[in-house]
């Protein structure tokens, strides 16, 4: 990515922390400033399934780990990040959630996942509050069903104790005949409500389905 930026006349600075270290995300932060003299957008994204199992056999530590990635990790981003923008006179922030965890909960077993994601949406819309007078907007993505990598080293057990059957009408969303999103068209949403295109939204959701519309409701 760094060499794609470089070749089409941008800059890049590549920064290697653990966004669950206090001590990383700090020095990341005032790295990135100290190479670029300011900070005016953030995008929070990292993050993993972890461990899908039951809850009374998914273990305290399993549980942490997401927990402490996708949660801990998105405010330790804008803990640092935030101070930069305000002094920047204003900016905006993105973070990743999912659909698991604010609109769909038949998942088995994903109870620590989709319990980050639907505390990232809160936490974007008290933000989105909290910041509006620094100039400073905070909007989130929600993608459903997308071609990543992030299922590989998803950890999978006795999902079937978690799970209830559940049906569905037939039929598949239209647009997309019923095939997953791809990181390229949520990065294309991302740029957007980065940009001043997005100077009047803050505060919101952005879901984007592939499924069937009665997922919705489950």
């Known amino acids: 990515m760094v060499r794609e930026a470089q070749e089409g006349g941008g800059r890049a600075h590549a920064l290697v922390a653990d966004v669950a270290s ?3 995300m ?21 993050g993993i399934n972890g461990v899908w199992a039951p809850i009374d056999e998914i273990t305290p530590d399993e549980w942490d780990r997401t927990i402490a990635t996708n949660l801990r990790g998105t405010y330790l981003t804008l803990h640092y990040g935030v101070p930069y923008l305000k002094r920047a006179g204003g900016g905006a922030v993105v ?10 909960f038949s998942n088995a077993g994903a109870t620590a996942y989709s319990s980050t994601k639907a505390a990232q949406v809160a936490m974007t819309q008290m933000l989105a509050l909290e910041l509006a007078k620094f100039r400073i907007r905070v909007n989130v993505v929600c993608p459903g069903a997308i071609k990543t990598a992030i299922g590989e080293s998803t950890t999978k057990r006795h999902q079937e ?21 791809t990181s390229q068209e ?15 939204i803050t505060g919101t959701p952005v879901d984007r ?8 409701l489950i």
Do not use: M
Request: glycine content about 6%; hydrophobic content about 45%; aromatic content about 6%.
């Open 22 to 24: 206090e001590n990383d």
């Open 26 to 46: 700090q020095d990341a932060v005032e790295a990135l400033v100290t190479e670029f003299g300011r900070l005016d957008l953030l995008f929070a994204t990292a």
């Open 95 to 104: 973070i990743t959630a999912s659909v698991n965890g604010t609109r769909i």
């Open 161 to 181: 104790v978690a799970e209830e059957p559940v049906e569905f009408p037939r039929g598949k969303i239209p647009l997309s005949d019923g095939e997953p999103g």
């Open 186 to 200: 949520v990065a294309d949403l991302v740029a957007f409500l980065l940009s001043d295109r997005a100077r009047h």
């Open 209 to 216: 389905w592939c499924r069937v519309s009665a997922e919705r």
